[in-house]
């Protein structure tokens, strides 16, 4: 069982480049998100999704896009990379919504740096 | 909206000893608070949470305190072991108000 999986583990872009970040889980969970992890900031939230084909914006939504055309998959897209979003970002799952006490799966990581 | 803090940032302990980390919160509707440890390398894990209607968690090593009057829990580690070495993030959610908010993180060294 390989759990929630992330793509690429490490990239480098310039600014103005973009990129798409794959999440996928085996888990057949609802909900999936998006963090991002930078240091002495703790996990912020990006964009979660409650099922196949939604999106909602979480606490830092600017200059991302997400899609969740499939259950199993959470994209995270970078129309123009600005070293602004040189970070590690982490996708989560959980097969219910995380408030009604449900635990989140998250994925190793994928360190993104913006030159 | 809900904001939490946490201390220390940083924190040192010899193998064996115990080790504490704090927690606030200001949104007095939240009502689920977990804990997540991160190792090197890796992403968070789920290692004990508490829900509003609980004072008190336990979990062999690692037991969870929470007063919603003072609005504040607490991580309490005992017997630490290197292995405890990590980053721990507490977290509160607001229920069906909001999304689950993130301490900025606590590194835990436990020295041998």
């Known amino acids: 069982n390989a759990g929630v999986t992330q793509t690429p583990k490490f990239r480098v872009l310039k600014t103005g480049q973009s990129m798409t970040l794959l999440c996928a889980q085996d888990m057949n969970h609802e909900y999936m998100y998006w963090y991002r992890q930078d240091p002495g900031m703790g996990l912020r939230l990006i964009h979660y999704?409650?099922?196949?084909?939604?999106?909602a914006k979480g606490e830092v939504p600017d200059g991302y896009n997400v899609s969740r055309l499939k259950k199993q998959n959470f994209l995270l897209g970078l129309e123009s990379a600005a070293p602004s979003q040189t970070s590690v970002y982490f996708c989560?799952?959980?097969?219910?919504?995380?408030?009604?006490?449900?635990?989140?799966?998250f994925g190793s990581g994928t360190q993104l740096s913006v030159l | 909206g809900e904001n939490v803090e946490q201390h220390p940032s940083t924190l040192s302990v010899q193998e064996g000893d115990s080790a504490v980390i704090k927690c606030t919160y200001s949104d007095s509707a939240s009502n689920y608070f977990p804990w997540y440890k991160q190792e090197l390398g890796k992403g968070p894990q789920l290692i004990i949470d508490?829900?509003?209607?609980?004072g008190e968690k336990k979990d062999q090593r690692i037991a969870v305190t929470l007063n919603k009057t003072a609005k504040h829990f607490s991580l309490h580690i005992t017997e630490t072991q290197p292995e405890d070495s990590a980053v721990y993030f507490c977290a509160a959610s607001p229920g069906s108000q909001g999304n689950l908010i993130f301490g900025k993180g606590t590194k835990l060294s436990v020295k041998p």
């Open positions: 989560a799952s959980s097969f219910l919504r995380h408030d009604r006490n449900e635990k989140l799966f």
């Open positions: 999704s409650v099922g196949e084909g939604t999106t």
């Open positions: 508490i829900r509003s209607n609980v």
